[in-house]
Each structure stands twice: as structure tokens, then as C-alpha cells.
């Protein structure tokens, strides 16, 4: 991957380190940071400039395949989490949705992430999975069950409870009976 974008601006003759420049003058990226570990540039991504790069290559990716693919489309999809989900605060401290418009950005990032899925797979996955884990205090908050990004040792990594849900629909009634043959 390296190599590649290494290419790509060697072809179009750009200026590392004038880009550099540019980005640490935009607080996108730093160079207090462990030089050695950040090589060509020994410039690190901050928060902020990590979010607008994940933007534009949110913005820049094609959904297929029976994806929602329309503002209209996502906005309904977001709506449809939205109302499945319980209403109010989970334990009175963190609501347990967000805005539609936030929804709807995180769902466009997980297509990005995790690849695509229907409305329909989403819908049934979140159905099953609040209608387990309602009453239980580990059920996640919509944005978390979506995905969820967590750093460990410094490196991001990302989960996601929805492609969970998807991916292992039917399981849960199975793991009954691969339980009893157990015994």
C-alpha cells in the first residue's frame, strides 16, 4: 500500500513535504510525535484529520449491491434503527440513539468498513438483536452496535455488533441444540 501511494505522488509530482506543511498548518497532522515511527514524513494524523480523511473516502465510496444507495434511502434506513431502538437514556446517562443525520453518516461508514448489505439484512439484524438484549445492561447504544472504534496498544481497532448479527443470523437458534449434544 505504501508503494503504491508512494507511486501516485511520485507520478502526480507532489511535494511531500510542502503537504506536510499544509496539513500541520490545518491541525491535521503533527510532527511532535515519534519520528521514527511516522516514516517518510515523521508526521503523525491527528484526530481531526483522521475524521476528514474517513469523510472523504465515506463520501467517495460506491454502494451496490442492494445497499441503500440514495440520501433518501439512508436517511429511512436511519430512521427505521432509529425507532426500533428503546427511546430516552440508557441508565439516565447516554441516549440510547443519536440524530438521523449521525445515523445515517455511521451507517455510511460501516458500508465502508464491513461492505454491503441490504436495508432489509440491517432491519432483521437490529430487530433480533434489541429484542435479545433490551432488558440487559450490556445491550449496546445504536452508534456502538453500528461499530465501534477503541484503541488497544495505540493501534484502532474497530468492532461491530451489527455485522455480527448479520453474518450469524440463525445461529442463536442452533447454539441450543449444540448445547444439549454436548452433554
Known amino acids: 500500500m505504501g508503494e503504491f501511494i508512494l507511486m501516485l505522488c511520485a507520478i502526480n509530482k507532489i511535494d511531500l513535504q510542502a503537504a506536510k506543511r499544509l496539513l500541520i498548518s490545518k491541525s491535521l497532522m503533527t510532527d511532535h510525535c515519534p519520528q521514527e515511527q511516522y516514516p517518510p514524513l515523521g508526521a503523525a494524523p491527528m484526530e481531526e484529520g483522521v475524521k476528514k480523511f474517513n469523510d ?78 433490551q432488558d440487559q445492561p450490556d445491550m449496546r447504544l445504536l452508534k456502538y452496535f453500528i461499530f465501534r472504534e477503541h484503541k488497544t496498544d495505540g493501534e484502532a481497532n474497530a468492532s461491530s455488533d451489527l455485522l455480527t448479527w448479520i453474518e450469524n443470523k440463525g445461529e442463536e437458534e442452533r447454539s441450543v441444540d449444540w448445547m444439549l449434544n454436548v452433554r
Open 56 to 133: 472523504i473516502v465515506i463520501k467517495s465510496s460506491p454502494m451496490a449491491n442492494g445497499c441503500p444507495t440514495t440520501d433518501e434511502e439512508l436517511t429511512e434506513l436511519a430512521k427505521r434503527l432509529k425507532e426500533i431502538y428503546p427511546k430516552g437514556k440508557k441508565e439516565g446517562q447516554w441516549y440510547w440513539t443519536e440524530g438521523v443525520a449521525l445515523i445515517k453518516r455511521r451507517l455510511q461508514a460501516f458500508f465502508v468498513k464491513y461492505g454491503k448489505f441490504s436495508a432489509e439484512e440491517i432491519i432483521d439484524a437490529t430487530e433480533r438483536y434489541v429484542q435479545e438484549k
